[in-house]
């Protein structure tokens, strides 16, 4: 599929710039250190900032324009910048004490209730539980990629957690998403990939339309599919070795 050139460019992380949990390519950080040069680029995600300090922030380059990447965690609930030698916060959203608490509870009864994880092999934590996203992991956090991939191909499983959540948890204004592999996400209302498209290009200056986002799950339904109606340009990808590639030919385009 041929590309025009944008004026800047989104990434999703988990299955796109890099497998979830994993270090960023080699690749890939120096494709986006090439990309930095030309034009302002973000990383949009579920995960903590914390893991994208771990994984992803070492694996780019020394000379990498680190002032031109802006980085959207926790499902944009947060936006940090690079300035002064450091992450910035620029905004924050993030759940009263008392909607935190019972969203969390009310996700604990609902594994249980709905018996999503009964008999369920676990790698690591199921429920990662921070004041801007409450997520439920199916497997836990650490388990393997092709474990991850087999468990909830259809998201029939969390379908039936996610209407338990939905219900229980009406009166509340959050958002309920199924994403990624295995993962439920619970954000504010209106705390989404499609608001950060909007902060970005207002931030800019640059319409939607002007913009290109990569992600794996850009499917109806799937967890990067809400940036569509945005107007941004949009590609799918199968994982991170197709991204690599793309930003390579982001690259060719300036």
């Known amino acids: ?5 944008p004026r800047a460019a989104i990434f999703d992380l988990d299955n796109t710039l890099a497998m979830a949990f994993e270090p960023l390519p080699a690749r890939t950080g120096k494709g986006l250190a090439d990309l930095l040069e030309l034009m302002p680029i ?103 990629g092709d474990k991850k991939a087999a468990w909830d191909p259809d998201r029939r499983k969390r379908a039936k957690l996610k209407q338990y959540l939905d219900e229980r948890l009406a009166g509340l204004p959050v958002d309920i998403r199924i994403s990624s592999r295995t993962a439920i996400d619970i954000t504010q209302s209106g705390v989404n990939k499609a608001e950060g498209v909007h902060w970005f290009a207002k931030h800019f200056g640059i319409e939607p339309s002007k913009m290109i986002f ?19 340009e949009t590609r799918q990808t199968s994982g991170p070795e197709e991204t690599a590639e793309i930003i390579e030919n982001l690259v060719s385009l300036t």
């Not at 599929?1 to 050139?5: F, L």
């Not at 850009?218 to 940036?227: E, I, K, R, T, Y």
């Open 1 to 5: 599929m041929s590309m025009r050139c």
């Open 42 to 144: 973000a990383i949009m995600s579920g995960a903590a900032l914390e893991r994208m300090e771990k994984n992803i922030l070492p694996e780019l380059p020394a000379h990498t324009k680190l002032e031109r990447l802006y980085l959207f965690p926790d499902t944009c609930a947060r936006c940090y910048v690079y300035a002064n030698g450091a992450w910035e916060l620029v905004y924050d959203y993030h759940f009263t004490k008392t909607d935190f608490e019972k969203i969390v509870a009310t996700l604990k009864e609902g594994m249980e209730k709905t018996e999503i994880v009964k008999d369920t092999p676990q790698w690591g934590e199921r429920m990662l539980a921070r004041e801007n996203q409450v997520t439920f992991a199916g497997l836990g956090v650490d388990a393997p």
């Open 214 to 232: 990569v992600g794996d799950d850009l499917a109806p339904g799937g967890n990067d599919s809400m940036v569509i109606g945005t107007g941004i």
